[in-house]
């Protein structure tokens, strides 16, 4: 069986096992959806709230970039280069719970002119995503 799918985007739907019975939430426009001059990002995550023990896979298109990582007060910083034109899914895979559900995890995005910062919330049943578009 697929996952259910929310999004009908092709980068979405090559998403692996890992997703089978987790649904993928809808890109909000107004607050999931960042734009960029240029695609050499830099991707950082943290917890900016109580540190709850909140173990979670950050993926970016198809590619785990931060995996099985418990999110600290620190960020953890990822750099990545797309090409312009290219669009790119930031998808938070939540592998536990914490001691506070849901698994609340922030995410900022720079491409050293423009800097923009979101919190992805996601459940065992559900896996919450942003989406880049690269000018």
């Known amino acids: 069986p697929q996952p259910k799918e929310i999004i009908k985007d092709d980068m979405l739907k090559k998403q692996g096992k890992e997703w089978i019975g987790r649904r993928v ?3 909000d426009s107004l607050t999931n959806q960042m734009t ?3 695609g050499n990002l830099t991707i950082r995550v943290w917890d900016d709230k109580i540190i709850d023990g909140d173990i979670v896979s950050i993926y ?6 931060v995996c099985n990582y418990e999110l600290k007060a620190n960020p953890r910083e990822v750099k990545m280069k797309f090409e312009k034109g290219s669009v790119v899914y930031i998808l938070l895979h939540a592998h536990n719970l914490g001691t506070i559900p849901p698994n609340t995890a922030n995410v900022s995005v720079t491409d050293g002119i423009t800097q923009t910062k979101i919190e992805l919330k996601s459940t065992m049943y559900e896996s919450a995503v942003a989406k880049i578009v690269i000018k």
Do not use: H, I, T, Y
């Open 60 to 65: 970016v298109n198809d590619s785990c970039a």
């Open 25 to 27: 939430l809808p890109v």
């Open 36 to 38: 960029f001059a240029n």
